[in-house]
Nanobody, 124 residues
C-alpha cells in the first residue's frame, strides 16, 4: 500500500508562484510514474503534469506548459510541482497519484494510488 500526502496549497494572487509537494510513504513497489491532476468545481479531473521515475521524462498539459515544472527527490520519495505565473483558471484541488504500469501518463484511470488533494486558489 502507498500513502500519498500533498502539501503546499494555498491562496495567492495571479502572477504569483506556489510549490506543491507530494510525499510518498509505505511504498512496497517502484512506481513507474507520478502525476499531478487537478479538479475545479463543476469540472472533470484533468491532467497537469507527470514524471517518469526511470530517467527524467516529463509530460505537461498544454495549459501549464512553460509555467509549471515537475521534479522529484528520490531520497525523500517526494515529487514537486513548481507553479509559476499562476492564473485564476489554475484554481482547483490538486492531486498527486502514482502508477505501476507505463501506459499513458495523462490518463487518470491508469493511476493506482491517490492523495487526498490540496486546494489551490488564485485570485485575480
Amino acid at each position: 500500500q502507498v500513502q500519498l500526502a500533498e502539501s503546499g496549497g494555498g491562496m495567492v494572487q495571479a502572477g504569483d508562484s506556489l510549490r506543491l509537494s507530494c510525499a510518498a510513504s509505505g511504498r512496497t513497489f517502484a512506481p513507474s510514474a507520478t502525476g499531478w491532476f487537478r479538479q475545479a468545481p463543476g469540472k472533470e479531473r484533468e491532467f497537469v503534469a507527470a514524471i517518469v521515475w526511470t530517467g527524467d521524462y516529463t509530460s505537461y498539459a498544454d495549459s501549464v506548459k512553460g509555467r509549471f515544472t515537475i521534479s522529484r527527490d528520490d531520497a525523500k520519495n517526494t515529487v514537486y510541482l513548481q507553479m509559476n505565473r499562476m492564473k485564476p483558471e489554475d484554481t482547483a484541488v490538486y492531486y498527486c497519484a502514482v502508477k505501476r504500469g507505463i501506459g499513458t501518463l495523462g490518463l487518470s484511470y491508469e493511476y493506482d494510488y491517490w492523495g487526498p488533494g490540496t486546494q489551490v486558489t488564485i485570485s485575480s
